[in-house]
Every structure is written in C-alpha cells, then in structure tokens.
C-alpha cells in the first residue's frame, strides 16, 4: 500500500532472536518476498544483559554476550550463515549488507533518480552480487559483464 502511495519504505528484521529457528527464518523470508517491501536490512541478534531478553536467558538456554552468543534453537553462526543466504533467496526486494539503503536512496534522489530508477539500479547491483557469488564459486558466466554494461547504461 505504501509503494501504491508513491512512499518508499524498508522493512528491519532480526536474525536469531532467542526463539527463532530455521522455519521461522523462511517464515521471514516469505514475508519479504510477499510484501512487496523494496528494501530491506537484516540484523544479527546483539544479546546483552541489560536486554529484556536477558530475564528470559536461563529459560531460553541463552548464552554468550554481543555478537558471540547461543540459545535453544540457533546459535550466531547459524543466524549469520542464515543471513548471508537472504540476497538469494528474495529476490523482489533489496538490501545492502551493513550500508544503510536510506542514505544511498537520499544521495541517488538528490542527484536526480527517480525511484523506479534507483529501485532498478538496486535490482542490478544485487544481481551482479548473485553473479560475482557464482562466478567465485567456480561457475563462469558472461552474466556478470552483461550486469555491468547495463549498470553503466543506467548511471548518469
């Protein structure tokens, strides 16, 4: 409803909270690819003991502290391994890793894109990140220069 209103919007989600599993990591990816959402910024569960969760801790099994924890039904190497896998398996919506969408939308706005614009230069960036990932993982494709020819067809 917010893109049929001309309002460009991304939805923050985090990746292993205590509770989450792998079901419920596809559950959230379902939720992407359905919602029509244009961007989107995973973050890995950050624990610490002045968290709410942090009551709970025994109950969920937590431990760890930061970036270095595990619970019950994950733990952050699953969670981060996890992530890694969202730019290929949604494919209608955009992230940029630990950049922030929001600040290269402004700078793209500001020098003149319009948002269909930017959202098909993100679709491009993200397929020449699917492309490289192949092509590093032995697969050579002619993709990666068709990518770039029309990233450089779109730039101004």
């Given at each position: 409803m917010l893109l049929d209103h001309g309002i460009e919007s991304r939805g923050s989600f985090i990746v292993g909270y205590p509770?989450?599993?792998v079901d419920t990591f596809m559950e959230t990816i379902d939720f992407i690819n359905e919602s029509g959402l244009p961007y989107y910024h995973p973050y890995?569960?950050?624990y610490t003991?002045?968290?709410l969760v942090h009551q709970e801790r025994e109950a969920l099994?937590?431990?760890g502290l930061g970036l270095a924890w595990q619970h019950h039904t994950m733990d952050s190497v699953q969670?981060?391994?996890?992530m890694s896998q969202m730019p290929e398996r949604i494919d209608h919506s955009f992230t940029d890793g630990q950049a922030y969408v929001e600040e290269i939308?402004?700078?793209l706005r500001g020098a003149g894109y319009s948002?269909?614009?930017i959202r098909a230069l993100f679709r491009l960036k993200r397929a020449l990140q699917l492309s490289i990932k192949k092509s590093q993982a032995g697969e050579p494709s002619s993709e990666t220069e068709t990518i770039l020819r029309e990233l450089e067809n779109r730039v101004r």
């Open positions: 509770g989450e599993t890995l569960f950050y003991g002045n968290t099994g937590l431990r969670a981060s391994r996890l939308y402004k700078l948002p269909p614009e």
